[in-house]
Nanobody, 121 residues
């Protein structure tokens, strides 16, 4: 079993910054891609950013240039640095990982519990 634990959410004023962290633990053989998604009230969950195990990243157009995703493979951790935050970035942010587990070397998609980011105007 694999768990993802997020931290770093909170309340920030527009124009401010936050850094989210997500650490994976459990019966992990390999972590493939890791990413961040968000879900605002009344809206569907959407991709924010994703990073491969080789370090290649992709971003939603709306956050390109303001958000940076990175990972520390030795710590099984992915980060999301969010700068120039806007009120419309308010959402629950979820960590996601594509994991190969030790048991049978099967691939699993794992989600964190979510962390709330609130940006005030």
């Amino acid at each position: 079993q694999v768990q993802l634990v997020e931290s770093g959410g909170g309340l920030v004023q527009a124009g401010g910054s936050l850094r989210l962290s997500c650490t994976a633990s459990g019966s992990i053989y390999r972590i493939n891609a890791m990413g961040w998604y968000r879900q605002a009230p009344g809206r569907q969950r959407e991709l924010v950013a994703v990073i491969t195990d080789g370090g290649r990243s992709n971003y939603a157009d709306s956050v390109q240039g303001r958000f940076t995703i990175s990972r520390d493979n030795a710590k099984n951790t992915v980060y999301l640095q969010m700068n120039s935050l806007k009120p419309e970035n308010t959402a629950v942010y979820y960590c996601n990982a594509d994991v190969t587990v030790v048991d049978g070397y099967r691939r699993r998609t794992v989600w964190g519990q979510g962390t709330l980011v609130t940006v005030s105007s």
